[in-house]
């Protein structure tokens, strides 16, 4: 088993951890659809929690209805003024605003719950009350004017984050972020995380629709928190014997192959790479990291290093050839003689 020279790593280390010694894995056809269908099983998981069946809209705490009782023009004085030619997104609209408890103060009908109903269930319950008290067989017509009682927020790489409210159209994935004005040039969609409670799901945009699953399946609750990362903190380290030592970034799609990080990084540097010794280092910051090894010597390895996927903070090191560390290693061992040499001259 091929070790690099500072990694505490042994031959029988290979499949199975002996202390603090780590594995190395060599990046093999077997190892790339492992890890493929290890993400996409993930994928289709999130998909499959996330895929909620849609049900009509109830009324919530916020909401605010607009009611007409047909012949009776007296009471639309009492929804507010109408003539309103130019609002801000905050002001109220008129109508009837849903109260903290869950009501609406109506004319002559007092108060009536509203909030957990649909607006045909709230249309018939207001119907019965005003056809008790005050009208016989009245005509109403309900609807909501301004759906405020369900929100949900998206941050990062769109062009307008911030708070989208949920309507009587069940909001999708990919509705939510044409809301939010589409991705930025910066967006990393292969990292998208949405937060639904204490859950958090990790979404890959690209390999979802190319693996079958249908984002526009995912619906959105409220509360619901969908963050689209920037490119830039997704960044891989590539350093070691390449021409340009950098930290390569993803695709616009969110990819990164490890030969898209060499290129990057301008190649191996051919005089002094030794092109059997590259690796990823993964989870460095975790208690259990990982090694793959890659010997790129035979062009048929390219192959490979063009379908291994790097996840953001990956370390690819391209380690140099036995002669370049041994000239390091006498360069840092000559400045020492030649002192020892120099005093002992000068003592004589």
Same mark, same amino acid.
């Given at each position: 088993?091929?070790?690099?020279?500072?990694? @505490?790593?042994?031959? #029988?280390?290979?499949?199975?951890?002996?202390?603090?010694?780590?594995?190395?894995?060599?990046?093999?056809?077997?190892?790339?659809?492992?890890?493929?269908?290890?993400?996409?099983?993930?994928?289709?998981?999130? !998909?499959?929690?996330?895929?909620?069946?849609?049900?009509?809209?109830?009324?919530? !705490?916020? #909401?605010?209805?607009?009611?007409?009782?047909?012949?009776?023009?007296?009471?639309?004085?009492?929804?507010?003024?109408?003539?309103?030619?130019?609002?801000?997104?905050?002001?109220?609209?008129?109508?009837?605003?849903?109260?903290?408890?869950?009501?609406?103060?109506?004319?002559?009908?007092?108060?009536?719950?509203?909030?957990?109903?649909?607006?045909?269930?709230?249309?018939?319950?207001?119907?019965?009350?005003?056809?008790?008290?005050?009208?016989?067989?009245?005509?109403?017509?309900?609807? !909501?004017?301004?759906?405020?009682?369900?929100?949900?927020?998206?941050?990062?790489?769109?062009?307008?984050?911030?708070?989208?409210?949920?309507?009587?159209?069940?909001?999708?994935?990919?509705?939510?972020?044409?809301?939010?004005?589409?991705?930025?040039?910066?967006? #990393?969609?292969?990292?998208?995380?949405?937060?639904?409670?204490?859950?958090?799901?990790?979404?890959?945009?690209?390999?979802?629709?190319?693996?079958?699953?249908?984002?526009?399946?995912?619906?959105?609750?409220?509360?619901?928190?969908?963050?689209?990362?920037?490119?830039?903190?997704?960044?891989?380290?590539?350093?070691?014997?390449?021409?340009?030592?950098?930290?390569?970034?993803?695709?616009?799609?969110?990819?990164?192959?490890?030969? #898209?990080?060499?290129?990057?990084?301008?190649?191996?540097?051919?005089?002094?790479?030794?092109?059997?010794?590259?690796?990823?280092?993964?989870?460095?910051?975790?208690?259990? @990291?990982?090694?793959?090894?890659?010997?790129?010597?035979?062009?048929?390895?390219?192959?490979?290093?063009?379908?291994?996927?790097?996840? @953001?903070?990956?370390?690819?090191?391209?380690?140099?050839?036995?002669?370049?560390?041994?000239?390091?290693?006498?360069?840092?061992?000559?400045?020492?003689?030649?002192?020892?040499?120099?005093?002992?001259?000068?003592?004589?």
């Amino acid at each position: 088993m091929v070790r690099p020279p500072e990694l @505490p790593v042994s031959a #029988d280390s290979f499949g199975k951890k002996t202390g603090k010694r780590v594995e190395i894995q060599e990046i093999t056809v077997g190892l790339l659809q492992m890890l493929k269908e290890k993400e996409q099983g993930n994928d289709r998981g999130a !998909v499959r929690e996330l895929t909620v069946p849609s049900s009509p809209y109830t009324i919530g !705490v916020g #909401d605010v209805l607009q009611i007409t009782v047909w012949g009776h023009p007296e009471l639309i004085a009492a929804q507010g003024p109408q003539t309103q030619t130019v609002t801000r997104q905050a002001d109220p609209v008129p109508g009837f605003v849903v109260d903290q408890r869950g009501n609406v103060e109506f004319p002559y009908a007092g108060s009536v719950q509203m909030a957990g109903l649909t607006t045909e269930e709230a249309q018939k319950t207001l119907t019965v009350v005003l056809s008790r008290v005050a009208y016989k067989n009245p005509q109403i017509t309900l609807r !909501v004017a301004s759906y405020r009682a369900r929100q949900v927020y998206i941050d990062g790489e769109v062009h307008t984050p911030g708070e989208l409210s949920l309507n009587d159209i069940p909001m999708s994935l990919y509705e939510a972020i044409s809301r939010a004005g589409g991705f930025t040039a910066a967006a #990393d969609q292969s990292r998208m995380s949405l937060s639904r409670g204490k859950q958090v799901y990790n979404l890959n945009l690209p390999h979802l629709s190319a693996s079958g699953s249908d984002p526009r399946l995912i619906q959105l609750r409220s509360g619901d928190a969908l963050r689209v990362p920037s490119r830039d903190e997704n960044g891989v380290y590539v350093m070691g014997e390449v021409n340009k030592p950098v930290t390569a970034l993803p695709m616009k799609d969110g990819s990164l192959s490890l030969s #898209d990080a060499i290129s990057q990084a301008g190649s191996v540097n051919s005089n002094t790479a030794d092109a059997a010794q590259m690796f990823v280092i993964r989870g460095m910051g975790g208690n259990s @990291p990982k090694i793959y090894h890659l010997d790129a010597r035979s062009p048929v390895s390219m192959v490979l290093a063009n379908q291994f996927a790097l996840e @953001p903070k990956d370390v690819v090191y391209v380690d140099g050839s036995g002669l370049v560390r041994f000239s390091r290693v006498l360069s840092l061992l000559l400045p020492g003689i030649t002192a020892g040499l120099t005093a002992a001259i000068l003592t004589k």
